[in-house]
C-alpha cells in the first residue's frame, strides 16, 4: 500500500452501520465530525432503524446518510463503502464516542508506513458506571473498562481502518451476521496492525432486554459455531455453573443474572441458526 505525504493526506470516508441507536448516533456522529484529521466524510447507513436513528442524522451537517431495509451490519457497511470517496476506509459503530485525534492515530500507520490497515485495543467502556455494562464486560471474562485483556496482540484479524482498494479486492465484507467484521482480514490473509494511541469509548448494553438481542445476535452469527460444541456449551446446568462461578468471584449478584440472560440470548440464536441450515 502506498504511503501519503503529511502536506496531502488523503480523504478518510467514516462509514457507520446504524440500528435503532437513537440513543447514542448524534453523539457518535458530532464526534466524529469534531475530529482533527482532514479531508474527512463520514457516512451513515440507517439499516432499517424502527427509531429516530434516520431522523437525527438527517437533521445533522456534514454527514451523509443512507438508508436500506434491516439486513445486517455488513450489507450496511458495504454499501457505505460502496458510495465512499475516500482512499481510506474506517468502520466505526454508533454507539462509540471519539476524541478529537481518533482518526488522526489510527491512520497513522497506514499513512506512515503504508500498512494495510489497523484496529485499535484502546475501546474503552463509555458506560461502566451502569451495572449492566459493567456486567456485561466482567460475565465476558473482560476488563471491567476496557474491551481488550492486557497483553493483547499488535495483529489482530479486525480492521478497524484499511485502504479501499484491499476492502474492494477482497469483496468487502461477508455477510455471515455476528462474526462479519472479522472477514475482510481472514481473506485478505494479513492481519491489522495497532494504532498507538487510536482511544475510544463504546456504549455496551446497559438493560437486561439489550443483552438478551445482544446475545441473541451473537448467536446467530458464524463466529460462536465456529466454536467445538457450541450449542453444548450453553446447556442449562453449564449456564448455571458458569453463573455462579462469577458472581462467587467477583462477589456481585448481578453477575449471576446476566449470564442467565447472556446464555439463554446466544442458545436461542444457536438453535435458530441450526434450525435455518438444515
Given at each position: 500500500m502506498r504511503q501519503a505525504a503529511a502536506s496531502n493526506p488523503p480523504l478518510v470516508s467514516a462509514v457507520i452501520a446504524a440500528h435503532d441507536e437513537s440513543r447514542y448516533v448524534a453523539r457518535c456522529v458530532g464526534?466524529?465530525?469534531?475530529?482533527?484529521?482532514?479531508?474527512?466524510?463520514?457516512?451513515?447507513?440507517?439499516?432499517?432503524?424502527?427509531?429516530?436513528?434516520?431522523?437525527?442524522v438527517a437533521a445533522m451537517e456534514g454527514v451523509r446518510l443512507l438508508r436500506q431495509s434491516h439486513r445486517g451490519a455488513a450489507v450496511a457497511r458495504n454499501e457505505g463503502a460502496r458510495v465512499a470517496g475516500g482512499e481510506l476506509l474506517v468502520f466505526l459503530d454508533a454507539d462509540m464516542e471519539f476524541p478529537p485525534q481518533f482518526i488522526e492515530r489510527l491512520v497513522a500507520p497506514m499513512l506512515e508506513r503504508g500498512t494495510?490497515?489497523?484496529?485499535?485495543?484502546?475501546i474503552k467502556v463509555a458506560n461502566g458506571h451502569h451495572r449492566w455494562a459493567r456486567a456485561h464486560m466482567l460475565g465476558r471474562f473482560l476488563p471491567a473498562d476496557c474491551h481488550f485483556p492486557p497483553g493483547f496482540p499488535d495483529r489482530w484479524e479486525n480492521y478497524r481502518a484499511l485502504w479501499r482498494e484491499a476492502f474492494w479486492r477482497v469483496g468487502g465484507f461477508d455477510d455471515v451476521g455476528h462474526g462479519e467484521d472479522i472477514t475482510v482480514g481472514r481473506k485478505l490473509g494479513v492481519l491489522a496492525e495497532v494504532a498507538p494511541g487510536a482511544v475510544c469509548y463504546h456504549h455496551e448494553p446497559d438493560t437486561l432486554a439489550d443483552i438478551f438481542r445482544s446475545a441473541h445476535w451473537a448467536g446467530r452469527g458464524e463466529r460462536v459455531r465456529e466454536r467445538p460444541g457450541a450449542i453444548r456449551g450453553y446447556l442449562p446446568w453449564r449456564t448455571l455453573r458458569r453463573a455462579i462461578g462469577l458472581a462467587w468471584r467477583h462477589r456481585m449478584p448481578s453477575l449471576f443474572v446476566y449470564r442467565l440472560v447472556w446464555d439463554a440470548g446466544v442458545l436461542l440464536g444457536l438453535l435458530q441458526g441450526r434450525a435455518r441450515a438444515k
Amino acid at each position: 500500500m502506498r504511503q501519503a505525504a503529511a502536506s496531502n493526506p488523503p480523504l478518510v470516508s467514516a462509514v457507520i452501520a446504524a440500528h435503532d441507536e437513537s440513543r447514542y448516533v448524534a453523539r457518535c456522529v458530532g464526534t466524529l465530525l469534531a475530529q482533527t484529521y482532514r479531508p474527512l466524510e463520514v457516512i451513515v447507513v440507517d439499516d432499517g432503524s424502527r427509531d429516530g436513528t434516520a431522523r437525527i442524522v438527517a437533521a445533522m451537517e456534514g454527514v451523509r446518510l443512507l438508508r436500506q431495509s434491516h439486513r445486517g451490519a455488513a450489507v450496511a457497511r458495504n454499501e457505505g463503502a460502496r458510495v465512499a470517496g475516500g482512499e481510506l476506509l474506517v468502520f466505526l459503530d454508533a454507539d462509540m464516542e471519539f476524541p478529537p485525534q481518533f482518526i488522526e492515530r489510527l491512520v497513522a500507520p497506514m499513512l506512515e508506513r503504508g500498512t494495510t490497515g489497523t484496529f485499535t485495543r484502546e475501546i474503552k467502556v463509555a458506560n461502566g458506571h451502569h451495572r449492566w455494562a459493567r456486567a456485561h464486560m466482567l460475565g465476558r471474562f473482560l476488563p471491567a473498562d476496557c474491551h481488550f485483556p492486557p497483553g493483547f496482540p499488535d495483529r489482530w484479524e479486525n480492521y478497524r481502518a484499511l485502504w479501499r482498494e484491499a476492502f474492494w479486492r477482497v469483496g468487502g465484507f461477508d455477510d455471515v451476521g455476528h462474526g462479519e467484521d472479522i472477514t475482510v482480514g481472514r481473506k485478505l490473509g494479513v492481519l491489522a496492525e495497532v494504532a498507538p494511541g487510536a482511544v475510544c469509548y463504546h456504549h455496551e448494553p446497559d438493560t437486561l432486554a439489550d443483552i438478551f438481542r445482544s446475545a441473541h445476535w451473537a448467536g446467530r452469527g458464524e463466529r460462536v459455531r465456529e466454536r467445538p460444541g457450541a450449542i453444548r456449551g450453553y446447556l442449562p446446568w453449564r449456564t448455571l455453573r458458569r453463573a455462579i462461578g462469577l458472581a462467587w468471584r467477583h462477589r456481585m449478584p448481578s453477575l449471576f443474572v446476566y449470564r442467565l440472560v447472556w446464555d439463554a440470548g446466544v442458545l436461542l440464536g444457536l438453535l435458530q441458526g441450526r434450525a435455518r441450515a438444515k
